[in-house]
Antibody, heavy 121, light 107 residues
Framework: QITLKESGPTLVKPTQTLTLTCTFS??????????VGWIRQPPRKALEWLAL???????RYSPSLKSRLTITKDTSKNQVVLRMTNMDPVDTATYYC?????????????WGQGILVTVSS | DIQMTQSPSSVSASVGDRVTITCRAS??????LAWYQQKPGKAPKLLIY???SLQSGVPSRFSGSGSGTDFTLTISSLQPEDFATYYC?????????FGQGTRLEIK
């Protein structure tokens, strides 16, 4: 079955760079049509899509955060990494990675449990 | 960006009630609309994609309809486990955008 799990620091200081890793199983990012995305959710607020990477290394970013985001994949390790620069307290949120396929384009059918990242000095 | 607006923001209902949640897109998205359910402290769960296709394992009391800019999620007979927050999401174009959520509470 498909599983995903986020890992990384739970506390970062303002101006630092956040690096989150999504480790998955049950699918391969070398399979045509597969993608992995990142979505975040500030406490008690709505979901916000951040980035999506496809099997062919096509990458899409939220325009409002594009200058701060980098998404990469390591197919051999079954991992996707999200890097966000210049962190600010408003970036405090639970960060989720999620699976996507061409069967449900731009829709996330399996999600990780999420990781709460707090930005504070 | 396509803005997604849900109504109501919150609704109170009882077990057995029929509930409808509405989602409106700021421009036409054909049928590229998904619905998620989220319980406190948990990740969202995909319920419906392409407006009305039920994700595997989702009970048939959930249904979706609409096209263009106006969409609805209907729960035909509320069960205790359905009390949660529901989000719509447009899958028509990047950037992917979500509605602000509808909290379904027990009356």
């Amino acid at each position: 079955q498909i599983t995903l799990k986020e890992s990384g620091p739970t506390l970062v200081k303002p101006t630092q760079t956040l690096t989150l890793t999504c480790t998955f199983s049950g699918f391969s990012l070398s399979t045509s049509g597969v993608g992995v995305g990142w979505i975040r959710q500030p406490p008690r607020k709505a979901l916000e899509w951040l980035a999506l990477i496809y099997w062919n290394d096509d990458k899409r970013y939220s325009p409002s955060l594009k200058s701060r985001l980098t998404i990469t994949k390591d197919t051999s390790k079954n991992q996707v990494v999200l890097r966000m620069t210049n962190m600010d307290p408003v970036d405090t949120a639970t960060y989720y990675c999620a699976h996507n396929t061409v069967d449900t384009p731009m829709v996330f059918d399996f999600w990780g449990q999420g990781i709460l990242v707090t930005v504070s000095s | 960006d396509i803005q997604m607006t849900q109504s109501p923001s919150s609704v109170s209902a009882s077990v057995g009630d029929r509930v409808t949640i509405t989602c409106r897109a700021s421009q036409g998205i054909s049928n590229w609309l998904a619905w998620y359910q989220q319980k406190p402290g948990k990740a969202p769960k995909l319920l419906i994609y392409t407006t009305s296709s039920l994700q595997s394992g989702v009970p048939s009391r959930f249904s979706g309809s609409g096209s263009g800019t106006d969409f609805t999620l209907t729960i035909s007979s509320l069960q205790p486990e359905d009390f949660a927050t529901y989000y719509c999401q447009q899958a028509n174009s990047f950037p992917i955008t979500f509605g602000q959520g509808t909290r379904l509470e027990i009356k």
